[in-house]
């Protein structure tokens, strides 16, 4: 089973940028479709964006054009570039990895916008 770790959170003005990293380990990375979920306080976890195996992106309808999704397969690292932040991105986030009917999720880092 992948273990994720993800870094990056904070606080951080609306309008602002972060990147949100996420490194697996003991895994062939390139073979997992990665995602970025997200879980504000009292709101079912979303999806925010998803990386296949091959490269092809999706976003959630509220990130759209924002935030950016990459993956480094050669650092086992998936990646979220977040910019023109607002309040309601406020929310852990979660890495989540995918392979064969299996997934594994990743503890979560807190990101907070002020307003």
């Known amino acids: 089973q992948v273990q994720l770790v993800e870094s990056g959170g904070g606080l951080v003005q609306s309008g602002g940028s972060l990147r949100l990293s996420c490194v697996a380990s003991?895994?062939?990375?390139?073979?997992?479709?990665m995602g970025w979920y997200r879980q504000a306080p009292g709101k079912q976890r979303e999806l925010v964006a998803h990386?296949?195996?091959?490269?092809?992106?999706n976003y959630g309808s509220s990130v759209k054009g924002r935030f950016t999704i990459s993956r480094d397969n050669a650092k086992n690292t998936l990646y979220l570039q977040m910019n023109s932040l607002k309040p309601e991105d406020t929310a852990v986030y979660y890495c989540?990895?995918?392979?064969?009917?299996?997934?594994?999720w990743g503890q979560g880092t807190q990101v907070t916008v002020s307003s």
């Open positions: 989540h990895a995918a392979s064969g009917g299996f997934g594994s």
């Open positions: 003991r895994t062939i990375f390139s073979i997992y479709a």
């Open positions: 990386i296949s195996s091959g490269g092809t992106t």
